[in-house]
């Protein structure tokens, strides 16, 4: 009975100890960058409504990737910042299980782009690791993501509660916009039955120096 | 020969129909208009100006009333999303409501097994546009209750699907943490005991 116990205790450690370091683990994929807002994104405290850009980048239109890049999945594509919630992620091809323990994942599929093209940009990241502060973006906060030499700066327009089965999300757009979804509830254990969604918009591309 | 032939007709389609209730005939079918009653009755409840549902006393209670009408991760689900308790009164979050089954309309109801039903429904709503109600209706503990119900939003496209973004490491912690718990209780109940001895 002794031997049974401490043979119990010591596999529940194991377990705990395990999923313990791999959460820790993928919780690394978040930079915090609270104390300093890097330089290029001084604008993020300016909520109030800017104009949203018809084609991302008119001077580099003749330079961008291919409508379907050429990325494998897990490949390092870009980065996402987040100054309201003080984050910054490293963005990798595809949203799978094995994408989104690396970190944030850019959707690929026939309604999504990359986003020097004037489509619908998806990330989607773990509720428990990464993306577990969305709740407290508001509408006007600025998303900026880093994309093959340029940075582009989305303004949240929307945020909504949908359930795990709707596939009116993630559909083509006509004009750059960029979605952000995670599981719902935040604290929810388990696979949740709802999803967040951040939806924003271009509004600025700048080249990075 | 048209009586004869209205005669033959009316022969068959009482032969299919006994065909159907002889498929079905462990449970029959879900009573579906009278669950649909019942469910509509407990997500629109009567609140007072605050929000408050005074028809029942606490979470707990509502559950039970829920649970009586579908399975519990459902029960959960429409607790979770639509009531909350404070102070020890039950109050309602105001939100728009889930879409119910309009039963004077079509609606199609698909026999899956002896005790599992799927209803579906399209319909057209001010607020949300078409939609697709599907309910699943299980045959559990004796009777007929909702299994599951989703409300999907048709677009002229449909998109792809939503990322799986939940993790199962938190469970699997939680499960660790269980065995260990165990694994303590063991121990402790045995030095308890030899400590008698």
């Known amino acids: ?209 | 020969m048209l009586k004869k032939l209205v005669v033959a007709v009316l022969f068959l389609v009482t032969l299919t129909g006994m065909q159907v209730s002889v498929f079905a005939e462990n449970h029959g079918e879900p009573p579906v208009k009278e669950l649909e009653q019942q469910f509509s009755d407990l997500i629109y409840l009567e609140p007072a100006e605050d929000y408050e549902v005074k028809q029942y006393e606490s979470l707990d209670q509502l559950e039970e009333a829920y649970k009586s009408i579908m399975v519990w991760p459902l029960a959960d689900h429409y607790l979770d999303t639509y009531f909350k308790e404070e102070n020890g009164n039950v109050y309602l979050i105001p939100t728009e409501g889930p879409i119910r089954l309009n039963p004077d309309e079509d609606y199609t109801l698909e026999r899956i097994s002896n005790d599992k039903y799927e209803l579906t429904q399209e319909g057209k709503n001010p607020l949300r546009g078409e939609y697709t109600l599907t309910i699943t209706y299980s045959y559990e503990a004796g009777k007929w209750v909702f299994g599951d119900r989703m409300d999907i939003v048709s677009s002229t496209e449909n998109g792809g699907e939503l990322p799986d973004t939940a993790s199962s490491l938190p469970n699997a912690m939680a499960f660790g943490g269980a065995v260990m718990a165990v694994g303590a209780l063991m121990l402790f109940s045995r030095r308890k005991s030899s400590f008698t001895n």
């Not at chain 1, 031997?3 to 999923?19: D, E, H, N, Q, Y």
């Not at chain 1, 390092?76 to 094995?98: A, F, H, S």
């Not at chain 1, 990359?114 to 709740?135: I, N």
């Open chain 1, 1 to 209: 009975m002794k031997k049974i116990g401490i043979l119990f205790l010591l596999t529940g450690f194991m377990v705990v100890a395990w999923s313990g370091y791999s959460l820790w683990q993928q919780t690394q994929a978040v930079t915090h960058t609270t104390d300093e807002v890097p330089e290029q994104f001084g604008n993020w405290e300016h909520t109030t409504y800017q104009q949203q850009l018809a084609v991302p980048a008119k001077k580099k239109m003749a330079e961008q990737t291919p409508e379907t890049p050429d990325y494998t999945t897990g490949d390092k594509v870009g980065t996402l910042n987040i100054p309201r919630i003080g984050t910054q992620y490293e963005v990798y091809w595809g949203t799978g299980e094995d994408t989104l323990k690396q970190g944030v994942g850019m959707y690929d599929s026939q309604w999504t782009v990359t986003p020097d093209h004037p489509g619908h940009v998806v990330l989607s990241g773990h509720r428990e690791t990464v993306f577990s502060q969305l709740g407290s973006l508001k509408e006007g906060d600025h998303l900026y993501a880093s994309y093959d030499g340029n940075i582009y700066d989305y303004q949240i327009r929307d945020m909504w509660i949908t359930d795990a089965e709707d596939r009116t999300v993630i559909v083509d757009k006509n004009k750059p916009t960029l979605t952000l979804t995670t599981c719902y509830p935040f604290d929810f254990v388990g696979s949740a039955p709802d999803r967040y969604i951040v939806q924003a918009e271009l509004v600025s591309v700048e080249t990075i120096e």
